[in-house]
């Protein structure tokens, strides 16, 4: 096959194989033939998108958080009953860690720290220097993309000594990453926290088991934790920098024998998504998506569980929407109630 292949393309493919032999091995001959791309293509896409964003206009994010309107307490609001909500977060404790960076911190990681943040029993941003108002833990790392996995082992790391009895369950997320964490935690009551697992976006490419979108969140059981932590550091099991964060986690995983499961809702919709909901609901998916996704690249409301857990590349002022839709608005006469969408069989399930 590479030999009827062009110079160039030849020089490209055999770059890959170096530095993915794994991808080699267990992406079919037949896949790979529609893979003319790099796996960091996903993330240069997401780059893009942001490039083409105007983030001056997210000054209205600023202006909404000032007056307050959205942070008062959202139940007070309404008429809501949320008390099996408030039972399960003292039975579901869950921590959320934000990789953010400096230059992030007044626009996206504040308005990730104004919307679903409040709702975490825990909540860390990860920056490259403290900001010690924030507050951000500083990783003294350098920044950039290409230094992302540094930030997450560094992260974990920390959690791990720092934080490991504050929470049952371990979840990542970036500062464009929006989290329903109550739906976060309706999932996890149906896990077992420890086992050696983890959940997420699946991607079925370059980790025999696959691995988790990094920025549609992946969440670590305890045992999942306390396996990583003491390896996080270690270069024998964990690459230290370099690469694709999302990606090195996974091998990372895959080597300290924690699991990747089945997270799809008892009518087989998806709860974390490495996109916003408009892309999902369009599908209006990037070129290579396909490739990655575990589920078929499925579009439309009927593959979106009522208990969506994340949205990924969601700008400040989308979150700010995304909280209004979620908490606040809602149609007179209709009082939802409580579903059971949890699998039954989610124990046994595998990739
Ligand atoms: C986004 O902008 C940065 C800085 O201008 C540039 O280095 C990068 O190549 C751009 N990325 C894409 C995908 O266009
Ligand atoms: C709120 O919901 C719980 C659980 O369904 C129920 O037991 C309780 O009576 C409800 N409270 C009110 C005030 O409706
Ligand atoms: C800390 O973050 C705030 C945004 O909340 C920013 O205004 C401030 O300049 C940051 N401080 C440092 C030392 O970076
Ligand atoms: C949870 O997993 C642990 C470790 O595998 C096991 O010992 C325990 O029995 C499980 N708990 C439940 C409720 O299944
Ligand atoms: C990882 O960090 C711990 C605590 O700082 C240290 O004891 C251990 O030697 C480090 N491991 C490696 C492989 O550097
Ligand atoms: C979910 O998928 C499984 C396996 O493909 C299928 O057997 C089942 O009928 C599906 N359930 C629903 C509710 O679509």
Known sequence: MLQKMPAANRQFFIGLAV?????????SFNVLAYIPVHFSVLQSYYEDIYNKT????YDDTAKMSNNQVL????????????????KLKEQVRVLIWVLTSPANMEKRATAVKNTWARRCNKILFFSSKDNATFPAIGLNVPEGREHLTAKT???????????????DWFMKADDDTYVIVENLR????GQNTSEPVFFGHHFKL???QGYYSGGGGYVLSKEALR??????????????????????LGRCMEKLGVRTAESIDSMNRSRFHCFDPETHLSGNYHVTYAQYDSHGAKKGPESISDYAISF????????????????????YGINSGNQDLNRREDKDLKH
Request: charged share 25%; with cysteine; proline share 3%.
């Open 19 to 27: 530095g993915h032999i794994s991808a080699f091995v267990l992406i």
């Open 54 to 57: 105007d983030f001056t206009s």
């Open 71 to 86: 942070l008062v307490n959202d139940v007070h609001m309404h008429n809501d009953n949320d008390s099996v909500a408030r």
């Open 153 to 167: 082992m560094k992260a974990v790391r920390y959690i791990y000594e720092h934080h490991f009895d504050d929470a």
């Open 186 to 189: 309706y999932f996890l009551s």
């Open 206 to 208: 370059f980790v025999k």
């Open 227 to 248: 396996r990583l932590g003491p390896k996080a550091n270690d270069s024998s099991i964990c690459r230290q920098d370099g690469g694709s964060e999302d990606v090195e």
């Open 312 to 331: 990924h590349t969601i700008t400040p002022q989308k979150m700010q929407a995304l909280d209004f839709y979620i908490y606040h608005l809602k149609p």
